[in-house]
Nanobody, 119 residues
């Protein structure tokens, strides 16, 4: 069974930075895709970024492109989301997720970490 544990959320002023971490355990991840999603109060969950564990190919939502960077540390089985130039509209609960298929739904989800950006 895969377990995903996020950390790194908090309160930051607009223009600031945060780095979220997602520690994965339970299986091998060489064939996995890791994703970050977020859900703001009263809104639907939305995709933020994803990375192929093997090869490190990344993809971003337009709303975060150029400001957020997703990366992974193979030795630590951890995926990161570096968030720079944060805006109040980035305020949300952030979740990491994993899937073993190239497309389709994610199979495993973390519990989430809260990010609040003050103006």
């Amino acid at each position: 069974q895969v377990q995903l544990v996020e950390s790194g959320g908090g309160l930051v002023q607009a223009g600031g930075s945060l780095r979220l971490s997602c520690a994965a355990s339970g299986r091998t991840f060489s064939s996995a895709t890791m994703g970050w999603f977020r859900q703001a109060p009263g809104k639907e969950r939305e995709f933020v970024a994803r990375i192929r564990w093997s090869g490190g190919i990344t993809y971003y939502a337009d709303s975060v492109k150029g400001r957020f960077t997703i990366s992974r540390d193979n030795a630590k089985n951890t995926v990161y989301l570096q968030m720079n130039s944060l805006k109040p509209e980035d305020t949300a609960d952030y979740y990491c997720a994993l899937r073993y298929s190239d497309y389709g739904p994610y199979d495993y989800w973390g519990q989430g970490t809260q990010v609040t950006v003050s103006s």
